[in-house]
T-cell receptor, first 113, second 112 residues
Framework: NAGVTQTPKFQVLKTGQSMTLQCAQDMNHNSMYWYRQDPGMGLRLIYY???????DKGEVPNGYNVSRLNKREFSLRLESAAPSQTSVYFC????????????FGEGSRLTVL | QKEVEQDPGPLSVPEGAIVSLNCTYS??????FMWYRQYSRKGPELLMYTYSSGNKEDGRFTAQVDKSSKYISLFIRDSQPSDSATYLCALHNAGNNRKLIWGLGTSLAVNP
């Protein structure tokens, strides 16, 4: 049972380059989320998708775009990477039964030089 | 004032100790009180949660909520080296906005 799978696990980019982080879940969950985690800042919500076909901004959406491709997949795109986007990115999903019960992937470590 | 405050530690205890981890919060509308555990270089995983107030016990772990004081606690009995991780509290107001409010996490090391 894979749960939430994120790719890539590690990535180094130069300023201005673009990339897409991929996320897939096999738990038939309706809601999916993208977080970033930084020392001293904790987990911050970038975007979320309450259900297939909908996306909403979180706390820190600037510089990111998302696509809910289908019920399983939710991607995060950095169009023009900046050093401030160096972070660990986590994808999560939830079935919506217990509010706040999220299932996380193992994270994608992104460094922007 | 932040909505949730959590002492980042680090907290270092000997194996077998009782550990107390805490968060304080300011919004009395929170209804779900979650504790997540995050091992190094892994994603957070839900350890346990409490709805509204009171205590909840699961094995060596007890979650406690005091809504009058806006204070939540996680107790770990007979701590083990495998409990070494960062523990994050997360609070939720079960309205239309499903946003979780996260503490910064407390780093715990249990020494054999």
């Amino acid at each position: 049972n894979a749960g939430v799978t994120q790719t890539p696990k590690f990535q180094v980019l130069k300023t201005g380059q673009s990339m897409t982080l991929q996320c897939a879940q096999d738990m038939n969950h309706n809601s999916m989320y993208w977080y970033r985690q930084d020392p001293g800042m904790g987990l911050r919500l970038i975007y979320y998708s309450a259900s297939e076909g909908t996306t909403d901004k979180g706390e820190v959406p600037n510089g990111y775009n998302v696509s809910r491709l289908n019920k399983r997949e939710f991607s995060l795109r950095l169009e023009s990477a900046a050093p401030s986007q160096t972070s660990v990115y986590f994808c999560a999903s939830s079935h919506g039964g217990v509010a706040g019960e999220l299932f996380f992937g193992e994270g994608s470590r992104l460094t922007v030089l | 004032q932040k909505e949730v405050e959590q002492d980042p530690g680090p907290l270092s205890v000997p194996e077998g100790a009782i550990v107390s981890l805490n968060c304080t919060y300011s919004n009395s509308a929170f209804q779900y009180f979650m504790w997540y555990r995050q091992y190094s270089r892994k994603g957070p995983e839900l350890l346990m949660y409490t709805y509204s107030s009171g205590n909840k016990e699961d094995g060596r772990f007890t979650a406690q909520v005091d809504k009058s004081s806006k204070y939540i606690s996680l107790f770990i009995r007979d701590s083990q080296p495998s409990d070494s991780a960062t523990y994050l509290c997360a609070l939720h107001n079960a309205g239309n906005n499903r946003k979780l409010i996260w503490g910064l996490g407390t780093s715990l090391a249990v020494n054999p």
